[in-house]
């Protein structure tokens, strides 16, 4: 008898867009699969892209994909220390005690779903390694500490909120796409007429920053206005389910304890590398992918206590990359099937057929994002597509400032309904990929407008 009301009421509950993405949601938890086995999935739907659209033969997809495996083993480490330094950065006892201070601001049930989004994206525009783990602890905080204070928090949602954050990545400091443009010798001087791009004209121009602060707006409106009501059905995070901030300290007793209990230790070699970036940054040197790590790691240094504590916070942050580090060979295999093949000169020929020098960026855009979908590794794309994508638009006259943006903002918007880089943030969370789809999704739709617009405006 109660069951008509109650189907009722479940159609009514929310916002007329959150209802809207029901359908979307339902389909993702049934049919979406673990990220893993997304990757193996994926790597068979490319293969048969590739004998489809290509004359490549089936022993010669092997081979790509046997060569490719090995392929960004380089740039893995680079990466994987990224997400390696961004966790242990996250988890040193300031950057905690500054979280904890954090989640008490949101005060109401839907200011904190927008307000952990915002926080996400402003630590990902300093690295995505910060801010994908960032998100992850800074949901569970908020969800803690929210429930005492007895809101209704959406786990799931918070999470999405978090991971959210991300689609901004690159347009930030850690923006792997134009530090490698900018750094000198890189695989793109031959594309660029041997003449880097100073990030002066990609990442820290007036029109990308402006185009951050928008989409920060614009998702954080989009989040407000899908996040559950009061009396809506929400998933809160179990009462036991808050981690312990443990700083790895040990029993103090032989000589060698006392040296692993010392802060001197640490804080020698933090000084140590801060002086190594001064040195390089005042002898005229760029930022690249290994000044951000080593900039992260010097503040690690000088934040821990001891190396008691730096060993605990990299036992405890290699676990999270352990995942991506099986995942990357797949992924690194799939690209060199997209290469090998020429899979992916069939992708962005597509786009660039149809483009003028005034949509190409928007062209670029669309296409980056579709083969992010299939290489979700921000500098392994600008490796496939980078010299592919400025060759065309040399051609076209279009700025290469553009042409690099265009790349940048297409393989951070499709990361949103790509779960690889949401494995570490959803080990943190406890959740899997099916369960933040539907409002990622969201993010997607919400940040891709503001993409567009702004790649047709500054091409005009």
Do not use: C
């Not at 918070?158 to 900018?182: C, D, E, I, N, Q």
């Not at 504590?309 to 799939?334: C, D, M, R, S, W």
């Not at 979700?376 to 496939?384: K, L, M, N, R, T």
Request: aromatic share 10%.
């Amino acid at each position: 008898m109660s069951s008509a009301p109650e189907s009722t009421r479940a159609r009514k509950e929310g916002t007329p867009l959150s209802r809207a993405m029901r359908p979307l949601n339902h389909v993702v938890e049934r049919f979406i699969p673990s990220a893993l086995v997304f990757s193996i999935v994926l790597t068979f739907i490319v293969a048969v892209l590739g004998l489809v659209l290509t004359d490549t033969g089936p022993a010669d997809l092997v081979v790509h994909w046997g060569d490719g495996l090995s392929g960004l083993l380089a740039f893995m480490t680079q990466m994987a220390l990224i997400l390696l330094l961004g966790h242990m950065l996250a988890n040193t006892g300031p950057v905690r005690k500054a979280l904890a201070y954090l989640a008490s601001v949101p005060r109401t049930e839907l200011t904190a779903y927008v307000f952990v989004f915002v926080v996400a994206a402003v630590a990902s525009l300093i690295t995505w390694g910060l801010g994908l783990v960032v998100g992850g602890l800074l949901a569970r905080e908020v969800a803690y500490q929210g429930r005492g204070r007895g809101l209704r928090l959406h786990f799931p949602m918070l999470v999405a909120a978090g991971f959210g954050g991300f689609v901004v990545w690159h347009m930030g400091y850690s923006a792997s796409g134009p530090l490698t443009a900018a750094t000198e010798g890189s695989f793109l001087m031959d594309s660029l007429g041997g003449s880097p791009v100073p990030i002066s004209e990609t990442v820290f121009s007036a029109w990308n920053m402006i185009a951050a602060g928008v989409t920060i707006v614009v998702v954080a409106l989009a989040l407000f206005l899908v996040a559950p009501r009061r009396g809506d059905q929400v998933t809160e995070l179990s009462v036991d389910a808050r981690e312990a901030a443990e700083d790895g300290q040990e029993e103090v007793i032989t000589p060698a304890d006392h040296l692993d209990a010392s802060r001197f230790v640490t804080l020698l070699l933090g000084v140590a590398l801060v002086a190594y970036l001064a040195l390089h940054f005042a002898g005229g040197g760029t930022l690249t992918l290994d000044t951000v790590n080593w900039s992260f790691l010097a503040l690690i240094l000088l934040l821990v206590r001891n190396p008691f504590e730096l060993i605990h916070l990299t036992k405890n942050a290699a676990a999270n990359v352990g995942e991506i580090l099986l995942q990357f060979p797949l992924y690194a295999g799939i690209l060199g099937m997209m290469v090998g093949s020429g899979l992916v000169q069939v992708f962005s020929d597509a786009f660039v057929s149809i483009s003028t020098p005034t949509t190409f960026g928007l062209f670029a855009f669309l296409s980056a994002g579709l083969v992010n979908f299939f290489v979700p590794s921000g500098g392994g794309q600008f490796a496939v597509q980078g010299p592919i994508m400025l060759g065309a638009g040399s051609e076209l006259g279009v700025d290469p400032a553009i042409t690099v943006m265009a790349v940048s903002y297409g393989d951070q918007w499709t990361n949103m309904i790509q779960p690889f880089w949401a494995i570490p943030l959803l080990a943190i969370a406890g959740l899997k990929m099916r369960d933040i789809l539907g409002y990622t999704t969201i993010v997607l739709i919400a940040s891709g407008l503001v993409f567009a617009g702004t790649l047709l405006v500054v091409s005009l």
